[in-house]
């Protein structure tokens, strides 16, 4: 099937009573990467939790592979093999006394040989470059580093779909552009779905094939990054901002009179081959010996100081 997940209509009430989901559609490609966006309390996290069966729909499906995701003790574990979810708190996922037996406890609960488990934990642990810690406590590790070994125990299921929670949450940047990079190798060299929720908007265009926005448990919008960050609108009216680029380009073009393009940058190369184009813009107005006015108002005469 070329569309691992499908949901109609889910919705998802809590025992108290709480509307975290209504009518919820998606879907998602084989090897797309998808980002969840929304505020505090919009429903991200819930839906996560329907995709690997943690959560059942009050109503409403789940599709896998083309199938509506059956709620059996058999059924689940199968679906948890293919799908792994990686909690935002490592904490929650890591209990074994070393790393080595926490990235195995997977393999080995699903009857894998001796050999078979310790090749899949260490190449788990390889690719997420964890490997010399393989005997150390979880405990006694950083919070990046617990990260890396929740994925690694996910990895050593060898799943085709990847949910992540906040990934980059609690990180700092270089941590954060590591995590990064870890996830766009997995899905360019595996072909590894993935979907995740994030506050980062920075990181969005960075990952993100596809974006849903989320707000009070149902989705507002749906799109690329360029489509859905080109609505400023949109984005403020769910209490959310645009990457800190986009927003200084927009206020450069709005303030300062700045021909930017209508495409606004997301990222810092897309940035970058802008700046180079106005600067190209102020290039071709400056002529020998006048004083040129610059094209953006605003801003003091140019004085050329050839000849």
Do not use: C
Not at 91 to 98: E, M
Not at 105 to 129: I, K, Y
Not at 173 to 190: A, K
Not at 250 to 277: F, N, Y
Request: proline fraction near 7%; aromatic fraction near 6%.
């Amino acid at each position: 099937m070329d569309m691992p997940f499908y949901l109609e209509n889910v919705s998802h009430r809590y025992s108290d009573g709480t509307l975290a989901l209504e009518d919820v559609t998606m879907s998602m490609k084989r090897g797309e990467r998808i980002a969840l966006l929304g505020p505090n309390g919009s429903g991200k996290t819930t839906l996560l939790l329907h995709l690997n069966g943690i959560l059942k729909p009050t109503s409403g499906k789940v599709h896998f592979d083309g199938k509506p995701v059956e709620y059996s003790s058999k059924a689940l574990l199968e679906l948890r093999r293919r799908v792994g979810f990686v909690f935002q708190d490592p904490n929650d996922q890591l209990f074994a006394p070393t790393v080595r037996q926490d990235v195995a406890f997977g393999p080995l609960n699903l009857g894998q040989s001796a050999q078979e488990v310790r090749r899949v934990v260490e190449e788990a642990l390889d690719t997420v470059g964890m490997a010399e810690y393989a005997e150390k406590p979880p405990h006694f590790l950083s919070f990046g580093q617990k990260k890396r070994v929740a994925l690694a125990g996910v990895l050593a299921m060898q799943p085709e779909v990847i949910i992540m929670d906040e990934p980059t949450s609690n990180l700092d940047p270089r941590g954060t552009s590591e995590i990064l990079h870890l996830l766009l190798r997995l899905s360019r060299e595996r072909r590894i779905s993935l979907i995740l929720a994030t506050h980062d908007v920075d990181m969005v265009p960075l990952f993100a094939d596809r974006l849903y926005i989320l707000n009070k448990g149902r989705v507002v919008s749906e799109g690329t990054p360029r489509e859905l960050f080109s609505d400023t609108q949109l984005i403020r009216s769910v209490n959310l901002r645009s990457p800190r680029i986009t927003h200084l380009f927009e206020v450069l073009r709005k303030e300062d009179g700045v021909p930017v393009d209508e495409r606004l940058p997301l990222t810092i190369g897309e940035a970058r081959r802008e700046v180079l184009r106005l600067l190209g813009i102020l290039q071709d107005d400056l002529t020998g010996g006048s004083e040129v006015v610059s094209p953006w108002r605003h801003h003091p005469p140019i004085k050329n100081k050839r000849g």
